[in-house]
T-cell receptor
C-alpha cells in the first residue's frame, strides 16, 4: 500500500485558474514538505510543516499556499496559474521536522499549465 | 554556486559492470540521501548516509563528512538500474533538502 498519496497524478490547467494538489501520508510522521521539479532543473524545496505549523517557506510567490487540515495532510493551493508553474510537485514527510531524519517522497503530481 | 554537485552527469555501462557516482557539497550537511528517479519520474529513497559507509543490496554509499563528499557504488549493474540518481543534503539550519542535478545512468544489455 502506498504510504504517501498524492492526487491527482496528472493535472492540466489553464492560465489564470486555481488548483489544489492533495497530499496524505500514512507513515505517522510529524513533518511534511513540498518540493517542485521543473523541466531540466534540480528539485527545489518549497515549504516545510512540522506538527501542522509552517516551518520554512522558500517560495517567493504568495500564489502558492500550503494547507494542513489534518496532521497527515498537506495540500498545496496554487492560484493564478502561469505556464512557468508547470512542473512535477512532490510531497514528502519525515518523522520530525528538526533533525537529520530521512525524508520519504510521494509519487508526485505532474502539473501542466496551458 | 551550486551547493550540491554530482558527477558524472551521465554514465553508460554494460550490464554486469559496476557504477560509481559522486556527490560533492559545499556546506556542512547533517543529512545526506541518495535517491533513484525512474524514467517515469517517481522518486525513491535509496540510502540515508550522512557519514560513514552503508550497504543495502547491491548499493554501497560512503560519505566523508569532513571532505564534503559522498559516493554511491552500484555493483553488478542491471538494465533495471537505468534512471537518474540524485544526491540531496540537509543543512542544520533548516533541514530542507538541497538537490544535485543528478547522474543519468544507462545500463545496456
Amino acid at each position: 500500500d502506498p504510504k504517501i498519496i498524492q492526487k491527482p497524478k496528472y493535472l492540466v490547467a489553464v492560465t489564470g485558474s486555481e488548483k489544489i494538489l492533495i497530499c496524505e501520508q500514512y507513515l505517522g510522521h510529524n513533518a511534511m514538505y513540498w518540493y517542485r521539479q521543473s523541466a531540466k532543473k534540480p528539485l527545489e524545496f518549497m515549504f516545510s510543516y512540522s506538527y501542522q505549523k509552517l516551518m520554512d517557506n522558500q517560495t517567493a510567490s504568495s500564489r502558492f499556499q500550503p494547507q494542513s487540515s489534518k496532521k497527515n495532510h498537506l495540500d498545496l493551493q496554487i492560484t493564478a496559474l502561469k505556464p512557468d508553474d508547470s512542473a512535477t510537485y512532490f510531497c514528502a514527510s519525515s518523522q520530525e521536522g528538526q533533525g537529520a531524519y530521512e525524508q520519504y517522497f510521494g509519487p508526485g503530481t505532474r502539473l501542466t499549465v496551458l | 554556486g551550486q551547493q550540491v554537485q554530482q558527477s558524472p552527469a551521465s554514465l553508460v555501462l554494460q550490464e554486469g559492470e559496476n557504477a560509481e557516482l559522486q556527490c560533492n557539497f559545499s556546506s556542512t550537511a547533517t543529512q545526506l540521501q541518495w535517491f533513484y528517479q525512474s524514467p517515469g519520474g517517481s522518486l525513491v529513497s535509496l540510502l540515508s548516509n550522512p557519514s560513514g559507509t552503508k550497504h543495502t543490496g547491491r548499493l554501497t554509499s560512503t560519505t566523508v563528512t569532513k571532505e564534503r563528499r559522498s559516493s554511491l557504488h552500484i555493483s553488478s549493474s542491471q538494465t533495471t538500474d537505468s534512471g537518474t540518481y540524485l544526491c540531496a543534503i540537509a543543512k542544520r539550519s533548516n533541514y530542507q533538502l538541497i538537490w544535485g542535478s543528478g547522474t543519468k545512468l544507462i545500463i545496456k544489455p
